[in-house]
């Protein structure tokens, strides 16, 4: 029996357990910081599969090591998220959320369902390749700073030394059964914005005694667009949102003290970044203090632009033909999503590839972030034998 159809077997033969992991992780979700029952949940596990674990990185993360016991001293990180949503699930499943107001709404109970389900097959094939596996389960990707950035901080990529990092992310517009994947860059870095307009409050009838911080929050609004618009590159990608704008007081006929305003500012540019952070907070405080107004203008740094790494990005996808077909692995387009993987992909040689989870027959289409999301779970059948082949090919054997 071929190496491929060992781990093929293996997937078949642990599909029905790491099903009931993902169950389980599904009913029982936690938020970002918060997951410490998952943690041990985790930990139980690698103990039942006799694998080697360390705790309490970042608080909550697992690192777990499967040594082959070939001769190789070449070492791969493979990487899973472990936090949930605060989001209130609305599906009617039997492994529905026993935690009302908490989701595995972008599928990390997939992701590290999935790691664990690799685990078992890549320990189980410990005799077939050489080289170190180091799994990271992750947590906090959902929150700033972001679990990664912590991780890193603690030396998750040190000791040993990972060549490389692969992680995997739900896509349910992706039928289950492929995956997906894009060399270069490929999601958005991801900022918070935050602005705080006082002006001078008084009756709506008489603007004229007033500063009104709604119609200079306006202006600001609009002469932001103009920074993207104006400013940045048309051939490098760029969003500012504003999600949410609200006064402290006012009514139909008063004029409030203040307006706040935030929103997100996302690009693939790292120079163009940290500029438009400058030119934004310039242009806010100068039309406000313009309309005799004071404007704070603070920006949340958040995740960097996720790079994968092309040579990597093309061994894998090479891979991932040779296991499941030329027609099931499919090129990506840019997102301007986020990811916190990326503060791996800064650090070292990283690819970050789409799972497949959707079935359009069985109506799982709802997105990620939403109370309906469900995957396909034979998507697990995929994603632990992908996995495995590739950590164990990347790994040289």
């Given amino acids: 029996m071929t190496l491929q159809s060992k781990v093929k077997t293996l997937a078949h033969k642990g599909f029905a357990s790491t099903r009931k992991i993902r169950r389980y992780l599904h009913q029982h979700p936690e938020l970002s910081y918060q997951e410490k029952e998952t943690g041990k949940y985790i930990a139980t596990t690698l103990k039942s599969l006799g694998i080697k674990y360390e705790t309490g990185w970042a608080d909550n993360g697992i690192v777990a090591y499967i040594q082959g016991k070939q001769t190789s001293k070449r070492v791969i990180a493979l990487r899973a998220d472990i936090d949930a949503l605060p989001i209130t699930e609305a599906n009617k499943v039997s492994y529905k959320s026993k935690n009302i107001g908490v989701m595995h709404a972008c599928g990390h109970d997939v992701h590290t369902a999935s790691l664990l389900g690799a685990a078992k097959i890549l320990q189980e094939l410990r005799d077939d390749f050489g080289g170190t596996l180091k799994l990271i389960f992750q947590p906090a990707e959902e929150k700033l700073p972001g679990g990664a950035s912590i991780l890193i901080k603690e030396g998750v990529l040190k000791n040993p030394t990972p060549i490389s990092i692969i992680g995997q992310h739900v896509h349910p517009p992706l039928a289950a059964g492929k995956i997906g994947l894009r060399a270069g860059q490929y999601m958005a870095s991801a900022d918070e914005i935050y602005v705080t307009v006082t002006g ?88 406000a203090k313009s309309m005799g107004a004071k404007c704070d203008f603070n920006i949340h740094i958040g995740y960097p632009s996720l790079i994968n790494e092309p040579a990597l990005t093309g061994r894998i996808k090479d891979f991932a033909i040779d296991y499941l077909g030329k027609k099931n692995v499919v090129e990506l387009p840019i997102r301007m999503t986020a990811e916190d993987f990326a503060y791996y992909s800064q650090a070292m040689p990283g690819c970050f590839y789409r ?43």
């Avoid at 009838?205 to 119609?215: F, G, K, N, Q, S």
């Avoid at 999600?243 to 007081?249: D, L, R």
């Avoid at 972030?369 to 054997?397: Q, V």
């Fill in 200 to 287: 001078k409050g008084g009756h709506g009838a008489l603007p004229h005694d007033c500063i009104d911080p709604i119609v200079i929050t306006s202006h600001i609004i609009t002469a932001l667009q103009q920074i993207i618009s104006r400013n940045a590159n048309p051939s490098t990608p760029s969003v500012l949102t504003f999600g949410k704008i609200n006064s402290t007081g006012g009514a139909t006929n008063i004029i409030p003290n203040e307006v706040k305003l935030m929103g997100t500012f996302r690009t693939m540019d790292e120079k163009w970044r940290y500029s438009a952070h400058k030119k934004m907070q310039k242009m806010a405080q100068s039309i």
């Fill in 355 to 397: 799972l497949g989870t959707g079935n359009k027959k069985k109506g799982i289409i709802s997105p990620v972030h939403t109370n309906t999301f469900d995957i396909d779970e034979e998507a697990l059948r995929t994603s632990i034998g992908m996995m495995a082949w590739l950590a164990i090919k990347e790994l040289g054997n």
